[in-house]
């Protein structure tokens, strides 16, 4: 399955730094924000020309993937809307509760036309009243009713906290499993094109040590969907992590329904030298890091992890046991962030497997800044990417 | 022939129909009961304070009452005798809130209220046994002993918790609300909080979507004027809850009244079906302190809590009512007390023989049925992830 990047002006083209380090990033390539399309190959099949003028959705033997018909192509909110849209057709339980999520049609327009489909009730627009429709969503939850929750961006549901952590979170438990909560809270966070500290907050770490939530971050528009209906359709309450900069992702899924599991790491390039792992949006720099690196004469292995609580230990293990060494990309914040988490994991579990000390790339510790090339240097770029792993391999 | 008894009470002026001198304890002869005060309306037309009942529903509310005030008393020596721990907090005093609503709706109905729930527990369905294991953490409790004090529930009785969070519970109350609307199934939602409550701001947010929306959902604010250690009027600018609604129509009642709770809340559950929220004020009281570990004392008179007990007991009023009505002597009514004092005691030794829940209970209940759900690619293939 191939996917592509469709520069529309938000895609994760920000590799132009030009000061960056010491190293003369000026010949590093550049996915430009004109109309060039890179194509990656998911499995399989290891593509390192970077530019195609036509692009064919190329069907690798991806065991997973529908190797019968071709599919549609369509964008990552496109594909988190089908999910939604199916989801909705199917139980008439599942219902929306959100900011602009009705008329307007979503801030990202996730929900477009749903509510002249489904009717105002089901695709309610809401007060901006965080804490109490979230409260809401957990109450009609607790009497069968399957909400989604949508944040605007994922940094103002922390007015509702309290609201995820104590009844979401914790109302199975405490009420000796009578209530169950299925609901889907879910919304686009991460570092965007300068939008400012207050919305480029990154929740995964305040989230991940609530007991009885699962969470999951989708990358591609194949997974997005899967994701979502998984998440619909499970029992227990899921927190989805989208990416502001990921919604115009372009990509060809299949027509025939699928679900993907809500506990499972994405194998997106096997190899043998070291395994890469990251999710959301720092999977696309490590998979253009990966091109330097396979060009310098390594094979990583990058696994996209997905789901963020729990672990997907199994596939992360067997990755630890082959290639000994492991490099953690993520745009959390380093204090505490899910790849401190992770290393923690994976240290307990798989010490003995280690060639290396785990090395955790994550974002710089503070606000994210408004100026362009400030905001840059917060996250990980494929450069320090590709400094890490010849590092972790010379060990 | 008639008889119309006065008692010497210048808060009762009960109008009795035609009984007989032998007592009718399971008539459904209807009585007409005067609520001892009128009720007070915002923006709405207060409901009339006459109030029909019968005796059989006196005896049940002179009976759950009593057995209410006798938990609650029960549940004072247990955690003195530290078999309960962690905060309890009692409700003798404000019986006649739970009663009233109780005798109003349905189990269908749906009740959320925050941590004071032991006696709407009851109310709703709940036993005894099952109070007190959970009070005390045994596997038997309502919530398998994981939830304690504060989260008591009954999913078959309509009963939603349970909640240690001041204020979290009413959105969650209106988020039933507006289920029951999502299922057009003409039922209502009691949103129960206190006056501290009161003061949080998502319990506006909510309100202010229920009335957007015309959700069934009833705001209960219990008035015991204390917010744990403040007074209300200590806490709040304007004290008078049933008027903060502004655009949302109030109720003020008597809430150790269990008569004009109960008018009061038919009265609520019609308007709600029809026009969307109302808040109710239940001017109640407590005789114990916020919890167990607040003596009660610093804050308000022993005078003061005395002269309430005298004045506006509503386990004594319903006493005096089923006197003055004739439907039983002192010496049942004393029978009665009796009975329920056995029935506590035994379920308390019952309770106490239940055994704690097995350690593997830690992690139960966390997640549904294990995790996630059953997945599948495009091709039907089952991806599902086996975790170590």
């Known amino acids: 399955m191939a996917a592509m990047l469709h520069s529309v002006g938000v895609t994760s083209a920000s590799v132009t730094s030009n000061k960056f380090t010491a190293f003369s990033i000026n010949s590093l390539p550049v996915i430009r924000s004109e109309s060039r399309t890179v194509s990656f190959a998911i499995n399989g099949t290891r593509k390192t020309?970077?530019?195609?003028?036509?692009?064919?959705?190329?069907?690798?033997?991806?065991?997973?993937?529908?190797?019968?018909?071709?599919?549609?192509?369509?964008?990552?909110?496109?594909?988190?809307?089908?999910?939604?849209?199916?989801?909705?057709?199917?139980?008439?339980?599942?219902?929306v509760f959100g900011e602009d999520v009705g008329h307007y049609g979503g801030s990202y327009k996730v929900t477009k036309g749903l509510a002249d489909k489904y009717g105002d009730l089901r695709v309610l627009d809401t007060p901006i009243a965080e804490n109490s429709f979230t409260g809401m969503a957990v109450g009609a939850a607790?009497?069968?009713?399957?909400?989604?929750?949508?944040?605007?961006?994922?940094?103002?549901?922390?007015?509702?906290?309290?609201?995820?952590?104590?009844?979401?979170?914790?109302?199975?438990?405490?009420?000796?499993?009578?209530?169950?909560?299925?609901?889907?809270?879910?919304?686009?966070?991460?570092?965007?094109?300068?939008?400012?500290?207050?919305?480029?907050?990154?929740?995964?770490?305040?989230?991940?040590?609530?007991?009885?939530?699962?969470?999951?971050?989708?990358?591609?528009?194949?997974?997005a969907k899967g994701l979502m209906k998984a998440a619909i359709r499970s029992e227990n309450p899921v927190v989805l992590f989208e990416h502001v900069l990921l919604y115009n992702l372009k990509e060809r899924i299949p027509d025939e329904e699928y679900i993907l599991s809500l506990e499972e790491a994405e194998m997106v390039r096997p190899g043998e030298h070291v395994t890469i792992l990251t999710y959301s949006r720092m999977r696309y720099h490590v998979m253009q890091a990966a091109k330097t690196l396979v060009n310098k004469g390594y094979d990583p292995e990058v696994i996209d992890i997905r789901s963020l609580k729990p672990f997907d230990l199994y596939t992360i293990g067997n990755s630890v046991k082959k290639t000994h060494r492991v490099l953690i990309v993520e745009e959390c914040m380093r204090t505490g962030g899910i790849g401190a988490s992770l290393t923690a994991s994976i240290n307990e579990n798989f010490h003995d497997y280690l060639d290396a000390p785990i090395v955790c790339l994550s974002s710089q510790d503070v606000p994210t800044p408004y100026a362009g090339t400030l905001e840059e240097w917060t996250v990980v770029q494929p450069s320090q990417i590709v400094t890490a792993v010849e590092q972790l391999c010379k060990q | 022939?008639?008889?119309?008894?006065?008692?010497?009470?210048?808060?009762?002026?009960?109008?009795?129909?035609?009984?007989?001198?032998?007592?009718?304890?399971?008539?459904?002869?209807?009585?007409?009961?005067?609520?001892?005060?009128?009720?007070?309306?915002?923006?709405?037309?207060?409901?009339?304070?006459?109030?029909?009942?019968?005796?059989?529903?006196?005896?049940?509310?002179?009976?759950?009452?009593?057995?209410?005030?006798?938990?609650?008393?029960?549940?004072?020596?247990?955690?003195?005798?530290?078999?309960?721990?962690?905060?309890?907090?009692?409700?003798?005093?404000?019986?006649?809130?739970a009663v009233g609503m109780e005798s109003a709706i349905t189990r269908k109905d749906c009740i959320i209220t925050a941590y004071r729930d032991h006696c709407l527990f009851l109310g709703r369905g709940g036993t005894l046994v099952e109070a007190f294991a959970e009070l005390m953490g045994r596997?038997?409790?309502?919530?398998?002993?994981?939830?304690?004090?504060?989260?008591?529930?009954?999913?078959?009785?309509?009963?939603?918790?349970?909640?240690?969070?001041?204020?979290?519970?009413?959105?969650?109350?209106?988020?039933?609300?507006?289920?029951?609307?999502?299922?057009?199934?003409?039922?209502?939602?009691?949103?129960?909080?206190?006056?501290?409550?009161?003061?949080?701001?998502?319990?506006?947010?909510?309100?202010?979507?229920?009335?957007?929306?015309?959700?069934?959902?009833?705001?209960?604010?219990e008035n015991n004027h204390y917010g744990m250690g403040t007074a209300e009027w200590r806490a709040a600018k304007s004290p008078a809850y049933y008027k903060r609604g502004d655009y949302v129509p109030g109720l003020k009642v008597d809430g150790m009244d269990a008569f004009a709770v109960k008018q009061a809340c038919k009265f609520a559950k019609e308007h709600a079906l029809k026009n969307g929220p109302i808040i109710l004020e239940m001017d109640t009281y407590r005789y114990h302190g916020h919890s167990m570990s607040d003596p009660g004392s610093t804050y308000r008179t022993r005078d003061e809590i005395s002269g309430v007990r005298q004045e506006r007991d509503p386990v004594e009023r319903i006493r005096k009512l089923v006197l003055a009505h004739d439907l039983a002597t002192e010496k049942e009514l004393k029978d009665t007390e009796k009975e329920i004092r056995k029935e506590v005691d035994d379920a308390i030794a019952k309770a106490k023989e239940s055994p704690l829940p097995d350690p593997s209970e830690l992690f139960t209940n966390i997640y549904v049925k294990g995790y996630g759900v059953e997945s599948y690619g495009a091709d039907r293939k089952e991806l599902r992830a086996v975790l170590p």
């Open chain 1, 49 to 95: 020309g970077k530019v195609t003028t036509k692009a064919v959705a190329t069907q690798a033997e991806n065991p997973t993937s529908a190797a019968s018909k071709p599919g549609h192509e369509l964008l990552l909110f496109e594909a988190l809307r089908e999910g939604l849209e199916e989801e909705m057709d199917r139980d008439p339980r599942v219902c």
């Open chain 1, 142 to 223: 607790m009497t069968g009713l399957r909400p989604i929750v949508e944040g605007m961006n994922m940094g103002f549901l922390l007015l509702a906290f309290n609201q995820i952590s104590d009844n979401c979170g914790m109302l199975h438990y405490t009420s000796g499993g009578q209530f169950t909560i299925p609901t889907v809270i879910r919304g686009p966070g991460g570092v965007g094109r300068q939008l400012g500290a207050e919305h480029s907050q990154r929740l995964e770490s305040y989230f991940q040590s609530i007991p009885g939530i699962q969470m999951v971050a989708c990358s591609t528009p194949y997974n």
């Open chain 2, 1 to 97: 022939m008639a008889q119309l008894t006065h008692r010497t009470s210048s808060l009762l002026k009960p109008l009795s129909f035609a009984l007989s001198s032998t007592r009718h304890l399971s008539s459904t002869t209807p009585i007409t009961v005067e609520t001892s005060l009128p009720f007070t309306g915002h923006n709405i037309e207060p409901p009339s304070r006459s109030v029909e009942t019968t005796p059989q529903e006196l005896i049940k509310f002179f009976r759950d009452m009593a057995l209410m005030r006798r938990m609650e008393i029960a549940s004072d020596s247990l955690y003195k005798a530290k078999l309960i721990r962690g905060f309890c907090h009692l409700y003798d005093g404000q019986e006649a809130v």
């Open chain 2, 139 to 221: 596997k038997e409790g309502c919530s398998k002993g994981k939830g304690g004090s504060m989260h008591f529930y009954k999913k078959e009785g309509g009963f939603y918790g349970g909640h240690g969070i001041v204020g979290a519970q009413v959105p969650l109350g209106c988020g039933l609300a507006f289920a029951q609307k999502y299922s057009k199934d003409e039922n209502v939602t009691f949103a129960m909080y206190g006056d501290g409550a009161a003061n949080q701001g998502q319990l506006f947010e909510a309100l202010n979507m229920a009335a957007l929306w015309d959700l069934p959902a009833i705001l209960v604010c």
